[in-house]
């Protein structure tokens, strides 16, 4: 599904950050991944190269068997929107639009008529129990709430892959708990589910765990068998 | 579905524009009073030149009109014609009428004997002019026969003492039947009104006409006036002439040629001629003068409301860097980003090109009622002046799009 061979990222600066150093890992269909590694050391950095937000400054990116680095940034929009869900820790929702159409954004750059749009947002709020917060705005909601909503949000395409950074990072153990009930779901309907967390307990109850180290790939538990 | 998506954007960016009604309020001032002024100078513009228009087409733009006026005293005493006990002469003679008939004879010379008597209805005055026209002369001017009928050749031969009048003067003739019918004193004698006809152009106090023959034979070419104790004696042969020409074209040749046989036989200033083409066309340089102005006017007041815009618009592209992350992370295309924000811009201007030509309709009787002239908002107008707004938002929005559209995904994200 999505493979990394020798990606390396260095932001060039004064004096050149190389963040990335070289990581080749592949992950598989279906597969459920946890991503650790102390702040700064490289996982916000690979997980936008690996969901096609950013370029590696070397290496090369296969995303279903397609490289990359021969698509235009229009293509990577539109594998984004077809194929690729993010969560990310700060909830990243609109502000000014509502839950509902939060929800509704990859499809309207999917070019979806607004009918099917509203269908699709509703049946994914449904199923983060939020089908009666619809037409609230993202403030009127509580952390998890919108953390919820940005998960329906990952989910309205229909898309394979979903990546979360640190999707719990501002929420209580409690809630935390249930995002996570909610990503073991998505695992468990077939879905490609990548998480960055600090949290290793939590880790510890998923599958495989990538360990990143100062830009390096330190620990692999490997593709589950 | 492009539509489709268009208007979604459009509807976005109206929402965006009333969640900060005053920011968006005071970016549109600029292009409100833009569009307005222009609105209303182009109503008041077209109300004067139609008005201006209407005026000298009424003249007859083939026609070039001789008055004769009575010369100040300096240039009287300068020309040494007058002492104080002879008869003041002045104005169109025969002669003149004669050569001015000779040196364009494809053209229609035609006369009018200028009447200067008092005349009274009922015992009321009635304030107009009297002029005696031969029959043909109603054909210069485009009039219009409204009621009863017109001067013919028989009254001129038989010298009837009949008169038609233009429709003011028959208001001011109120009586059971309407005016025509009806007798007029003009100073010492009494006429009937047969006809009401319109003649365009100087309408103001309205004219009675005569038979030509008629008003000359009963108030010859001489006018003796008793005013404030001195006596005064004026002698006119001529009161109005007027030459028709075939074709626009013929007109300023012509018009030279009169300017030079009244120079001859004139040493005073006491013939003025009309040409209203030429009047027309000094006119229609006023208007493209006037429109040289406007339009630089606009151009700078909206030039000011677009550079306004577009610093709110950089400013919000700021403000909304996280959004577009989130955009450009969901699926959005970089050109899918221009266009929200163009568009975005576009519906700014547009509603301020919408205020500006509603404040504009609401300015447009106070310009009139300030100019004096009537103001006329054609539909052209209105769409040029929303054209012109959508263009502003075009022209600023595209920058401001721009820097958002290239936006990177992740800085936009990360963006504090
Ligand atoms: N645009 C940038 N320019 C310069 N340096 C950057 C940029 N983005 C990230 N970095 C640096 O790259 C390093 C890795 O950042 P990254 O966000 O991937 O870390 P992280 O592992 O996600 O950390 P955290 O757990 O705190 O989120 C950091 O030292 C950061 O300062
Ligand atoms: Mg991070």
Redesign the pocket.
Known sequence: MIQLEAVSKT?E?AEP?T?LKGVSLEIADNEFVAIL?A???????MLHIMGLLDRPSSGSVHFRGTNTSALSDDDLSRVRGESIGFVFQSFHLIPHLTVAENVELPLFYLRAARRARRDAAMECLGAVQLGHRADHLPSELSGGERQRTAIARSLVANAPVVMADEPTGNLDTKTGDDIFDVFRRLHEDGRTVIVITHDVAVANRIPRTIKLSDGEVVEDTGPCS | MQLDWMIELVRDGLRNLVRHRVRSTLTLLGVVFGIASVTTMIAVGEGAQRTVLREIEALGLKNIIMDSVKPTEVETARAGQQTSRSILGYGITEVDARQIAAISPESSVSVAHRVNQKIYSEGARVDADVLGVAPQYFNLFGSELLAGMRLAEMHEMLRHTVAVVTPDVAASLRGIGGAVGKEIKIGPKYFRVIGVMSVPGRTAGGTVFLPYATARAMFGTSTYKWESGSFEATRTEIGRLVVHTEHEDAVPGLAQAVARVLEMNHQTEDVSVTVPLDVLRSKQRTQRVFNIVLITIAAISLFVGGIGIMNIMLAIVMERTREIGIRRAVGARKQDVFMQFLVETVTLSSVGGALGVILGIVMMPIAASWTGWESVLTPWAVIAALVVSWTVGVVFGTAPAIRAARLDPV?ALRYE
């Open positions: 932001y600066m950050l963040v590694g702040s700064g050391s490289g996982k916000s950095t | 800085d």
